[in-house]
């Protein structure tokens, strides 16, 4: 490949327009790695931690994986199609549906949703640090300071860094840091050998006394774990040249890692009251394999942050003020907020990881819900790519003012579902949430309200391009 051909190819993937098929170079293996990397960070543990509350260790890894392989499937069929047909990002796919403006809708979900779980991730990638420089004894028990907030700038800085060279960055870092995924099987190891006994005595903390409950909410925390992926796949996805190459990578690749390292947290606080392994690799195994666990939750998040800031920054990209930013501006865009919630609130941030969990399923489950009727059932995978990127009166996308209502009272119908049947803040639930979970029920009213205001409003409009 010449300098010159691969300069055309860093600048394709800094922006949000559709790569050409010479421009999507990963191959199977290189898109599961990047997967699997994005996939496999420390918030498998707080996943697993959650699961634990209410299962044992056997019924809290089934019913997780259960629902990864679930959230995983529903995220593919709404993203991936339109993504790797055209090698755009997932904010693109959604504009045959939300419109030439309505798109901002998804787009503010996912800017949202990857500074929420970058901050999760660089904060833990700070404590982590600390607790590093702890086993080492290059710092006191009582020399905390602000070593948390100068850890998650320094990890940002790092991120950065990383992204300068756009999708090369990710495939990079991406080729290294997937060994962690092999010390976190590891680590997985050493605990279930030397604690079997303990772990299979142990009882769930807050279990249910309604055995289907405790069954269908760790299914339920599976997929909306798995749903928190639609704003990164699109990105990801598009590298790849055909669906054909990218449908094992993205099931295995992006499905599995997250229910298999979160056997890591499951057995953390069943056996030992905490899902950090870099807590309790050190009572397991001494301080030697305290520091190795310490260094594959560093490695582990820094892979995730990257892959998130990367998705974040493509879609900001369909913003025109963002259009024609320097690249290296558009990155400190993306990556400021995560900054700021780790300078000032840091604490507060990681101590509600189950609300902002909970939310994830309030949001995208209703958006895979829609994209899904309608490039299947209504559009039979009919989709202008030319309206993809256009937003004037002639686009077959602009619907009235550039708004589709048929998405926007679907994704109210949805919310209310889902709210219905589970509190996103208490877990309070309401039947047949034992049966059929919050995430499932939102994702088919969503679809259902979608195909029926666009049958009997939209179309007859002859709007949205479906003629």
């Not at 995730?304 to 974040?312: E, M, N, R």
Request: proline share 5%; with cysteine; glycine share 10%.
């Amino acid at each position: 490949m010449s300098d010159t051909t691969e300069a055309v190819l860093i600048e394709a993937d800094k922006s949000a327009w559709p790569l050409l098929p010479r421009e999507r170079t990963w191959g199977p293996w290189q898109l599961g790695i990047s997967l699997a990397t994005a996939a496999a960070a420390t918030w498998c543990y707080i996943i697993g931690e959650y699961v634990g509350y209410y299962l044992n260790f056997d019924e809290g890894f089934f019913t997780l994986l259960a629902g990864s392989m679930i959230g995983m499937l529903i995220v593919a069929l709404a993203a991936v199609p339109v993504a790797i047909r055209f090698g755009v990002d997932s904010i693109a796919s959604s504009k045959p549906q939300f419109g030439s403006r309505g798109w901002v809708i998804p787009a503010a979900m996912q800017f949202v949703s990857i500074v929420g779980w970058n901050s999760l991730l660089l904060i833990f990638f700070a404590k982590s640090t600390r607790q590093l420089l702890l086993a080492l004894g290059w710092i006191g028990e009582d020399s905390h300071g602000y070593l948390v907030q100068a850890t998650v700038l320094l990890a940002s800085a790092l991120v950065f860094l990383f992204l300068l060279k756009g999708s090369a960055g990710v495939d990079r870092v991406a080729k290294i840091l997937v060994a962690h995924v092999f010390v976190g099987f590891w680590m997985l190891y050493i605990l279930l050998t030397q604690r079997w006994d303990d772990l299979q005595a142990a009882v769930p903390a807050y279990a249910s006394t309604d055995a289907r409950w405790n069954y269908t909410t760790g299914v339920e925390i599976g997929i909306v774990s798995l749903l928190s992926w639609w704003p990164y796949i699109g990105a990801m996805v598009r590298m790849a040249p055909s669906g054909r190459k990218a449908a094992a990578p993205i099931m295995i690749g992006m499905g599995l890692p997250v229910p298999l390292l979160s056997a890591i947290g499951i057995a953390g606080i069943l056996v030992l009251q905490v899902s950090d392994p870099a807590e309790w690799m050190r009572t397991v195994g001494g301080p030697v394999y305290g520091v190795i666990a310490l260094l594959f939750v560093a490695a582990a998040n820094l892979g995730t942050a990257v892959a998130g800031v990367y998705s974040s920054s493509i879609g900001l990209r369909h913003f025109p003020a963002f259009q024609h930013l320097h690249w290296p501006t558009l990155l400190l865009i993306s990556i400021a907020p995560v900054g700021l919630v780790g300078l000032f609130i840091p604490e507060l941030f990681f101590a509600n990881f189950g609300t902002f969990l909970a939310f994830i399923g309030l949001g995208f489950a209703p958006l895979c819900g829609i994209q899904i009727a309608d490039y299947y059932l209504l559009r039979r995978g009919r989709i202008s790519v030319r309206g993809l990127f256009e937003g004037g009166a002639g686009s077959p996308y602009r619907f009235w003012g550039g708004f589709n209502p048929a998405s926007i009272l679907a994704m109210i119908a949805g919310v209310l579902t889902y709210l219905y049947l589970l509190n996103p803040i208490t877990y309070a639930s309401r039947s047949p949430y034992e049966y059929v979970t919050a995430s499932l029920p939102t994702a088919l009213v969503a679809g259902v309200v979608f195909a029926l205001v666009t049958a009997l409003v939209v179309r007859p409009a002859g709007k949205g391009g479906y003629e």
